[in-house]
């Protein structure tokens, strides 16, 4: 039997459960993600984000989306939320090997030019989501430099949600997230857990010493990144933003790009008729003029 106290919190829970994000606050969170992180939240999107944002107001114990919206613009919301904010409501839908020319492109066209130049080869994965990309960027890497042993490479993984971050940093995947891999890629790139409960598989360290992590928006002014880049993935990213958006971020990580460096965006997005210092090769591959 449920004592009162119980009771008092399901019709508490029952309450928040019934509540829904109104106009005004959905309109609120939505221009704040648009002008801030770049993110599109048409009013078809508002089921979604209502979604989301009740997994966080039931961790924080809060019973509506009015006093979360109250606690996440006031001052203090606004230094302690944000990160928590943008877990809940980025998509990081990624995979290994995910749009597969590409690596193709990257092995076959781009990297034989490096052996000849002597220089290491540096690749941005922007938007990088939990670390499927950057990490199959190494494997394709590795492979190479195992036919190439003076060849030298570094990568960068970049994204906003610090969850996705965290998860790329310890590099830990269900099984099947690399079950299409060929066999020897598996046995020589990933360790498999003792934990048959739960099947993953674990980067090996060699892969991830390539790798470094960090928090970047998209839309800041600056990015606090002080290299030049060979090669920029920046794939299922830009179809969150409008097309304003769109080119104003890529025109941004082009300052970012070597001339003669490499831009691959994802198989649904499009460059046409924007004015970014590209130029186009092959369906969703670019090159700095
Ligand atoms: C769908 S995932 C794509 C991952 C990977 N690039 C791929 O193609 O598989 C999109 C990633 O972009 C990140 N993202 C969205 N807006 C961003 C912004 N303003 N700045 C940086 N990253 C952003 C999200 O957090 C998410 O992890």
């Not at 992180?37 to 039931?58: H, N, T, V, Y």
């Not at 997230?177 to 993953?200: E, I, Q, T």
């Not at 998209?218 to 990144?225: E, I, N, S, T």
Request: proline share 4%; glycine share 4%; with cysteine.
């Amino acid at each position: 039997m449920l004592e009162n106290k119980d009771l008092n919190t399901n019709k508490k829970e029952l309450e928040c459960f019934k509540a829904e994000l109104s106009d005004a606050d959905f309109l609120a969170f939505s221009e704040f993600i648009y002008s801030e992180f770049g993110i599109k939240m048409p009013p078809i999107k508002r089921i979604m984000l209502q979604g989301r944002l009740l997994k966080r107001i039931r961790e924080l114990n809060m019973l509506s989306y009015k006093e979360y919206k109250e606690y996440f613009f006031s001052p203090e919301g606004q230094k302690k939320e944000i990160f928590n904010f943008l877990n809940v409501i980025t998509t990081n839908k990624t995979d290994f090997f995910r749009e597969p020319i590409h690596f193709d492109f990257l092995r076959d066209q781009i990297l034989p030019q490096y052996i000849k130049n002597n220089e290491a080869l540096k690749v941005w994965s922007a938007g990088c989501s939990s670390g499927e990309e950057p990490y199959t960027i190494s494997i394709v890497l590795n492979e190479f430099k195992a036919e190439n042993p003076t060849f030298r490479f570094s990568i960068l993984g970049s994204d906003i949600s610090n969850r996705v971050l965290s998860n790329a940093a310890k590099g830990v995947y269900a099984e099947n997230k690399v079950g299409l891999m060929p066999m020897s890629l598996k046995k020589k790139y990933f360790l498999k857990s003792k934990d048959r409960a739960n099947p993953s598989v674990r980067v090996k360290p060699e892969l991830q010493s390539f790798l470094s992590l960090k928090y970047v928006n998209l839309m800041d002014g600056q990015y606090d990144v002080n290299e030049t880049f060979d090669v920029i993935f920046c794939r299922n990213v830009l179809i969150y933003f409008d097309r304003a958006t769109q080119e104003k971020v890529i025109s941004k990580l082009c300052n970012y790009l070597k001339p003669g460096g490499y831009f691959f965006i994802g198989h649904s997005e499009s460059l046409s008729g924007m004015n970014v210092p590209l130029k186009h090769i092959k369906p969703t591959i670019f090159i700095k003029e």
